[in-house]
Nanobody, 120 residues
Framework: QEQLEESGGGLVQAGASLSLSCAVS????????MGWVRQAPGKEREFVAA????????YYGDSVKGRFTISRGSAKNTAYLQMNSLKPEDTAVYYC?????????????WGQGTQVTVSS
């Protein structure tokens, strides 16, 4: 059973930076995308970013392009989300997700989520 554990959330001021980490255990295959999806109170889930197994393919949501960077760790079961120039509208619960295979789409597994709060 896959388990995803996020860390790194917290409370920061607008304009600050924050980094999230995710570690996957129990995976049944060695080829999967890792991604981040967020959900703000009263809003629908929003795609943030995804990265391929090799780290060579990345995708970003329009609202975070140019500010967030997703990367894969040398231990391929880890991923990081570097968030710069944070805005109050980035406040949300951030979920680490994985999708097996060579393309990104609807995630197969989700973590418990970590809260990111950006104050104005």
């Amino acid at each position: 059973q896959e388990q995803l554990e996020e860390s790194g959330g917290g409370l920061v001021q607008a304009g600050a930076s924050l980094s999230l980490s995710c570690a996957v255990s129990g995976s049944t295959s060695s080829n999967y995308f890792m991604g981040w999806v967020r959900q703000a109170p009263g809003k629908e889930r929003e795609f943030v970013a995804a990265v391929s197994w090799s780290g060579g393919i990345t995708y970003y949501g329009d609202s975070v392009k140019g500010r967030f960077t997703i990367s894969r760790g040398s231990a391929k079961n880890t991923a990081y989300l570097q968030m710069n120039s944070l805005k109050p509208e980035d406040t949300a619960v951030y979920y680490c997700t994985i999708r097996y295979g060579s393309s990104w789409g609807v995630p197969d597994y989700w973590g418990q989520g970590t809260q990111v709060t950006v104050s104005s």
